[in-house]
T-cell receptor, first 114, second 113 residues
Framework: DAGVIQSPRHEVTEMGQEVTLRCKPISGHNSLFWYRQTMMRGLELLIYFNNNVPIDDSGMPEDRFSAKMPNASFSTLKIQPSEPRDSAVYFC????????????FGPGTRLTVT | ELKVEQNPLFLSMQEGKNYTIYCNYSTTSDRLYWYRQDPGKSLESLFVLLSNGAVKQEGRLMASLDTKARLSTLHITAAVHDLSATYFCAVDRKKTSGSRLTFGEGTQLTVNP
């Protein structure tokens, strides 16, 4: 299996622009997670989906952030409009939903907002 | 609110030495995970600990879980340079279905020749 796939790997954009991050989970996994990692706040869970349905979005910082999972093999995290404080590494992870609930992380997208 | 604390946050050690990283958490949980992250890379799963008294070993690393003390340890035996990385513990908030991890701050380990 190719593992969790994220694109783009790097994104540099100007403040106010819309940013869309993409994730393809491991085939057969039924849970998907979006995390943000910064030096100041560490690793934070933004939102997670179970069987394509958003279960907990309490970590989404504000209305500028939105996430969708239209099918079992694709999810997006959108920031509109972007701000410099959104600069971070965004990780997507998926889990097979077995008793271990182990999460497998993608390579991440490094976002820089200038 | 679940809090997960690791110590130490920074650890510099000599090759061949032993050391332990500690992970304390604030609320009841039966699932704890250890991850490794190399600079600029993603998180790699090391251990999944699912019950009180669980012990897992892989190479020079051994992890254990004491749910009554709300404590997990990651023990390093005879450290080698390749173990240099940041190690995170993560605790699952829920005991029922689903998974919502809260991560510790991470322990940055440097193994010196």
């Amino acid at each position: 299996d190719a593992g969790v796939i994220q694109s783009p790997r790097h994104e540099v954009t100007e403040m106010g622009q819309e940013v869309t991050l993409r994730c393809k989970p491991i085939s057969g996994h039924n849970s998907l997670f979006w995390y943000r990692q910064t030096m100041m706040r560490g690793l934070e869970l933004l939102i997670y989906f179970n069987n394509n349905v958003p279960i907990d979005d309490s970590g989404m910082p504000e209305d500028r952030f939105s996430a969708k999972m239209p099918n079992a093999s694709f999810s997006t995290l959108k920031i509109q409009p972007s701000e410099p404080r959104d600069s971070a590494v965004y990780f997507c992870a998926s889990s097979p939903g077995d008793k271990t609930y182990e999460q497998y992380f993608g390579p991440g997208t490094r976002l820089t907002v200038t | 609110e679940l809090k997960v604390e690791q110590n130490p946050l920074f650890l510099s050690m000599q090759e061949g030495k032993n050391y332990t990283i500690y992970c304390n958490y604030s609320t009841t949980s039966d699932r704890l995970y250890w991850y490794r992250q190399d600079p600029g890379k993603s998180l790699e799963s090391l251990f999944v600990l699912l019950s009180n008294g669980a012990v897992k070993q892989e190479g020079r690393l051994m992890a254990s879980l004491d749910t009554k003390a709300r404590l997990s340890t990651l023990h390093i035996t005879a450290a080698v340079h390749d173990l240099s990385a940041t190690y995170f513990c993560a605790v699952d908030r829920k005991k029922t279905s689903g998974s919502r991890l809260t991560f510790g701050e991470g322990t940055q380990l440097t193994v010196n020749p």
